[in-house]
Every structure is written in C-alpha cells, then in structure tokens.
DNA sequence: TGTGTTGCGTTATATTATAACGAAATTTAA
DNA sequence: TTAAATTTCGTTATAATATAACGCAACACA
C-alpha cells in the first residue's frame, strides 16, 4: 500500500502543525528538503491533495498556501479569517450561514459542492496595536 | 494623465465582456497580442488592478482568473458561484449574509475588509444535463 | 515466481505573477 | 518654455506556483 506515501503526508502535517501558519507548497518543500534533498513538488503536491481531501488541511485560495486543520471543522466548511497585518488564519464554522449560501444560489438551480469563504482583514491583537500606537 | 494604461484597461475589459467567462490574465493577454503584439505580462496586472480595485473586474482566487463584473454588485461583496463543469461564473450578492459572516468573525475581534465567497458546483443546466443523460 | 495494477519519484515543463529598471508622459517651478 | 521632479508605463528578466508524463518500485494475486 501507499507507504511512502503517506510517510510524505505525515511529515507534512507534522510541519504544517509544528509551524501553525499558513505555508506554501515550495515553503513545505524546502522543510521536507533538510531531511530528503532529492524530493519534487509533485510528490507534495500530492501529498497536499490527499490531506486536504482527507479535511486534515485547508488550501488557501486566495493564498496559494496551506494550513493544518484544528479539526473543529468535521466536514463542514470552514470560514476562513485571514489577518493581513500578521498573517494570521483561524478556522471558523457556522454550518447555518453556509447552508444559507447554498440555499441563495439554489433559487438558481445551482448545486454547491464546495464552499471557498475566506475572509481578509484584521485580527484583534493588530487591530489593538494599530489603536495603541 | 495615464492614458496609456487606460486603454489597456478599456481593451481588457470589452474581451472580459465579450467573452462573458473568467480568463486567466494569459488569455487575455493572447487577446491583447492579436492587436499589440509587444505586450507584456505586466501591463496585463497592472491594468487587471486597477480594474479590480474599481470593481469593474472579478478577481476569482480559486480559479486564478478574471471576469468581468455584472454591475450587480455595487461595492458590496460578490458571491461567485462557479459551475465546475460547463464554467460558468454567476455573480450574486446577498448582503445579510455577508454582514452576518463579518459578525462572527467580529465576535472574535476580526475586522473583516475584503471577502472571498467562491461557490463551486453544478449550474442548473449542467445538473438537468446529468439527470437527462 | 510471474504478471497485473497501483502509486510513487523524478524529470521536465507549464502556468501564474512580480521585481527592477529605463524611457516617456505629465507636472511643477522658475 | 524649459529644466527638474514625479509618476506611470513598457520591457526584460526572473520568481513562484503547479502539473504532465514516464519509468520504476511496491504490492496483490494467481
């Protein structure tokens, strides 16, 4: 079976959790990289697209990046906020407000499989700073 | 003042309409190319910007794309929803959902400033398509 | 052990995006 | 009106993100 496999996607969420931010796939890279020089994007591409298909961890769209998921999210979307001072990104649920965007786009016949809520702005302890200095 | 770049931008923005689906700034840029061969990727983001930032454009995260906006949204957050088999985008708006989102990241401390809400699926056609088959 | 199948590593390349710099247009001040 | 300052643009070059394609290794099963 996938051995080596998922001896990539362990490490990954291993570096993705250890680090806590959001990381780019090349970010990844070049951690896996001081273990096992000799390894390729694809491998962790690949390895990404089995973690996030798994819920383990959250592409960011609009970041071209990847974060560890806290597991709040069991299946649901996750709302993303995303701190552009610090780079900050928490997970967020709120099952209603998603069913309530499915439910808008279905007056239109549209079927939502997957939801991309990602939000830009400040967090509280930017926003406290910014008032502070 | 800068006329040169206004008229990239007029020029981007009637292929984006002409074309009614979201290109990538490749496409378009292939556009451009057929009446200004010499063009270069960055006056192609540079322009798109500038667009986006007037509301004129559509930036879509998940697609690494562009579209032209309906008008629909007048300064208000954009829902896309995004038909992942025909491609077809639909701009929607549905402000008590946005400003709900906004308010439960704001109990947190989050001041939301720009949101990214891109729905994937099945358009109405493509679904009757499926079940027709 | 041989044969089929799956999935992985690797090479190569495609796609998306921006840094940096020089030239042109515009503005300002004399 | 022209010289200096400023802004914006075109251009070259390169950076950053992502995937196609292929061959080998691992496992499955007879």
Redo the contacts between chains.
């Keep these: 079976m996938g051995k080596r496999g998922e001896i990539t996607q362990e490490k990954i969420l291993s570096v993705l959790k250890a680090k806590g931010v959001a990381l780019s796939a090349y970010d990844i890279l070049d951690e896996l990289r001081e273990g096992s020089p000799k390894i390729a994007p694809p491998t962790i591409y690949r390895a990404l697209k089995v973690l996030v298909d798994q819920g383990h961890v959250h592409r960011l769209?609009?970041l071209n990046a990847f974060i560890a998921s806290t597991g709040k999210t069991q299946d649901q979307a996750s709302?993303m906020?995303i701190?552009?001072d610090c780079g900050i990104v928490?997970e967020?649920v709120?099952p209603k407000?998603v069913n309530?965007?499915?439910g808008?786009?279905g007056k239109?016949?549209?079927?939502?499989?997957?939801?991309?809520?990602?939000?830009?702005?400040?967090?509280?302890?930017c926003?406290d700073e910014g008032a502070a200095s």
């Design positions: 769209e609009s709302i906020s701190c552009d928490e967020n709120a407000l309530d965007l499915s808008i786009l239109t016949g549209f079927e939502a499989h997957h939801h991309v809520i990602e939000v830009h702005g400040r967090c509280a302890s926003d």
